[in-house]
């Protein structure tokens, strides 16, 4: 298979953790003959800082006429810490998925056994669970009309949404669940909110055409309770934008590390794979970002183009990364790897797939010997 591949590293350890995903790419090419080509351009403060524009037009007709987007991180804190910033690098990100019409935002979270001790939650609660989140992504409050009044004192944010577009993501979901253990929760506040009481009569109407899928609801404040008390209760959580960002980075503190969340967002056309965690300017250059977000980002790439193989030797790679400790110090702080060693233990055992142990001397004097 031959794809275009838009590479868009952003700030911070965008960069270093892309370069990692391309570096795992590019084995899975060549050991299972196909061929990706990339091209990067820039996006968030870095394009700010190149062009003033967090999104440049020439970034945006890459995107358009690639495959796929491979997308780092954004986020600067010169921008972060600046509220009167009137061009800010999220801009960007947001401009490019009503472009792309990314519409649906699919989060996987998984306990890898190996590190249910490292999370903050008790083994017992979070040993076992696997979810997918799909969190709408073009409308809600993120994109509704924002005004401030003249004298600066108040400020409005409005959150509207169509059926239409609650239809889209919601018969995603529930196609998803089929796959999976067939239950689909919607987590709203229709209690309050008349868009989550069109969220909650929308997904109703839905599901009449998934007989096979469970569905039940949570209020968001619920919800985000019962994910620290019984993670192992969902399957597919289903939810608006604003309520998807707060949940999905709380679901984090399962795996152990937000460094290991993958994220895919998609629409009609090109979709775009980054992982969700955030820019970390602070680790930038040091090289202990965590890459296997953005690497299991690579393999829902794989996925979405059909190919599950290839996605598998990916993420049977991370597992055993896991599994032996090659890992950054958020995982491993004891013995830990550096964010390009990582990667480079990743590429190995894929282009190798035969049961392998890693040489430590060897990989820490930066050759990837495996016996």
């Given at each position: 298979?031959k ?6 590293p952003?700030d911070g350890?965008?960069?270093e953790?892309t370069q990692?995903?391309?570096k795992?790419?590019?084995?899975v090419?060549?050991?299972?003959e196909?061929e ?7 996006v968030g403060?870095?394009?700010i800082d190149l062009?003033g524009n967090?999104?440049p037009d020439?970034?945006?007709?890459l995107c358009k006429k ?10 600067d804190p010169k ?12 801009q960007?990100l947001?401009k490019l ?5 990314l519409?649906?935002n699919?989060?996987?979270?998984k306990?890898?056994?190996k590190?249910?001790d490292r999370?903050?939650?008790k ?6 669970a696997d979810?997918?989140i799909f969190?709408e ?6 994109f509704?009309e ?26 995603l979901?529930?196609?998803a669940?089929q796959?999976?253990s067939k239950?689909v929760?919607?987590v ?23 007989k096979?899928?469970?569905?039940d609801?949570l209020?968001v404040?619920n919800?985000?309770?019962q994910?620290i008390?019984?993670p192992k209760q ?6 608006e ?5 707060i949940?999905?980075?709380e679901?984090?503190?399962?795996g152990g590390?937000i460094g290991l969340?993958?994220?895919a967002?998609v629409?009609?056309?090109?979709a775009?794979f980054e992982?969700?965690?955030?820019s ?8 202990i970002?965590?890459?296997?977000a953005?690497i299991?980002s690579?393999?829902m790439?794989?996925?979405h183009f059909?190919l599950?193989t290839?996605?598998?030797a990916v993420?049977k790679?991370?597992?055993?990364s896991i599994?032996?400790?090659v890992?950054?110090p ?10 390009a060693?990582v990667?480079d ?5 894929i282009?190798?797939p035969e ?17």
């Amino acid at each position: 298979m031959k794809l275009n591949i838009a590479v868009l590293p952003g700030d911070g350890i965008g960069p270093e953790i892309t370069q990692q995903s391309v570096k795992v790419l590019n084995a899975v090419a060549d050991r299972f003959e196909h061929e990706f080509y990339f091209e990067e351009a820039v996006v968030g403060a870095a394009a700010i800082d190149l062009l003033g524009n967090p999104l440049p037009d020439a970034t945006l007709e890459l995107c358009k006429k690639s495959d796929a987007v491979l997308f780092g991180a954004i986020g600067d804190p010169k921008y972060d810490n600046d509220p009167e910033a009137k061009v800010r690098p999220e801009q960007g990100l947001l401009k490019l998925r009503k472009e792309l019409g990314l519409f649906a935002n699919i989060r996987p979270v998984k306990a890898y056994d190996k590190l249910v001790d490292r999370s903050p939650l008790k083994a017992e609660i979070i040993k076992g669970a696997d979810m997918v989140i799909f969190r709408e992504l073009t409308g809600g409050i993120y994109f509704g009309e924002k005004s401030t009044s003249e004298d600066g004192r108040s400020a409005s944010d409005l959150c509207t949404y169509s059926v239409e577009e609650i239809e889209r993501i919601a018969h995603l979901a529930f196609k998803a669940a089929q796959l999976r253990s067939k239950k689909v929760t919607l987590v709203d506040k229709a209690n309050v909110l008349e868009t989550s009481r069109l969220w909650r009569k929308t997904v109703k109407e839905v599901a009449k055409e998934y007989k096979d899928v469970e569905l039940d609801f949570l209020f968001v404040d619920n919800a985000a309770m019962q994910m620290i008390l019984n993670p192992k209760q969902f399957d597919v959580i289903l939810t608006e934008n604003m309520f998807g960002d707060i949940i999905s980075d709380e679901a984090s503190v399962i795996g152990g590390s937000i460094g290991l969340l993958e994220s895919a967002s998609v629409g009609s056309k090109v979709a775009l794979f980054e992982p969700i965690h955030g820019s970390y300017p602070q680790a930038a250059g040091k090289g202990i970002a965590n890459p296997v977000a953005s690497i299991l980002s690579a393999a829902m790439l794989l996925e979405h183009f059909g190919l599950t193989t290839e996605a598998l030797a990916v993420r049977k790679a991370v597992e055993m990364s896991i599994a032996l400790n090659v890992c950054t110090p958020d995982i491993n702080k004891d013995n830990h790897y550096s964010t390009a060693k990582v990667g480079d233990f990743l590429e190995s055992v894929i282009s190798d797939p035969e049961d392998h142990d890693i040489n430590n001397d060897n990989l820490k004097l930066g050759q990837m010997t495996i016996i």
